[in-house]
């Protein structure tokens, strides 16, 4: 029979209790908890006062597949969207395919994409240590800056498995907003520091209805649902989807009548200010 694990609400999937099964609950629990604790802890509560639903759609590392079919299929429907860059990585191979070049880069900034922060080369925001997170951060900054002197990141997005308590400090104080997952939308009220995403990957994009689902639940609340992807490709890795997949999400956005923005400009259409990143990244 199922059990449901105190107050965590987590319920144990398997059929019969064997120690093999304990032992993978016991892990999940623990994983659950500590998601739990760094959700409670080191906020930067935001009430969204705005009564307007909004859309966002942001790539993680963003290979080339994202800039040359994610971008233009936001475009298509008059969207422009936020990329999360890990300068360190430009130009490489990676598990979602071969990292966006220097000039794709540039093509984005050219096209009104918003360009975000997701450390200099992929520091995992759960296990890196404090000190070289932050060289992370700043290495990513610089090298940005000496390729577009007038920009800045303002916007950051956790790699990996969302962050520590630590990191989260960190980075909260120093960007607009962070971005997490979680598969689901932000409600009225929200945690700058770690926005929920919903990953178009290998979770969801063969479910359309759960998909429309999240989309309907968020403008119903009035929410801000972020969709997070990495590769759009036909034949994606497990953490991407395809084109057709891709725009019929944006198609029903668009339908629903949400409004599609970049994560920052969200933010200043809602009224963050830049008063509520008290650090400057250099500032560490
Ligand atoms: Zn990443």
Partial sequence: MAAVFGRTGYVCPHKETKVSCLISCFYRVRDRLRRE????????????????PYVSFSFDDFPSTAVENGAPLLEKYGARGTFFVSM?????ES?????????????????????????????????????????SLVENRSAFRTAFPSLDLRVFAYPLDGP?????????????????G???????????????????D??????????EWVIDQSVAANGWLIFACHDVAEEPS????????????????????????????????LGVGEEQRRKTIQEF
Wanted: aromatic share 10%.
């Fill in 202 to 211: 290998w979770r969801s994009r063969d479910d359309p209805s759960l998909v």
């Fill in 37 to 52: 604790g760094i959700r409670r802890f080191a906020v930067r509560r935001f009430v969204k006062s705005v009564s307007q």
């Fill in 164 to 180: 520590n308590l630590s990191i989260k400090l960190i980075t909260g104080q120093r960007f607009l907003c962070c971005r997490g």
């Fill in 95 to 135: 598990p979602v395919g071969r990292i966006a070049t220097i000039d794709q880069l540039r093509s984005l900034v050219r096209d009104g994409h918003e360009i975000g922060c997701h450390t200099y080369d992929h520091q995992d925001a759960r296990f890196a240590d404090r000190a070289v997170f932050v060289r």
């Fill in 238 to 269: 497990q953490y991407g989807c395809m084109p057709n997949v891709f725009e019929s999400v944006v198609r029903y956005v668009t339908k629903v009548g949400a409004r599609i923005r970049p994560i920052g400009e969200v933010c200043r259409e």
């Fill in 88 to 92: 360190g990585l430009l130009d490489t």
């Fill in 182 to 200: 979680e598969q689901t939308f932000n409600g009225r009220v929200m945690d700058l520091n770690l926005l929920n995403a919903f990953f178009l």
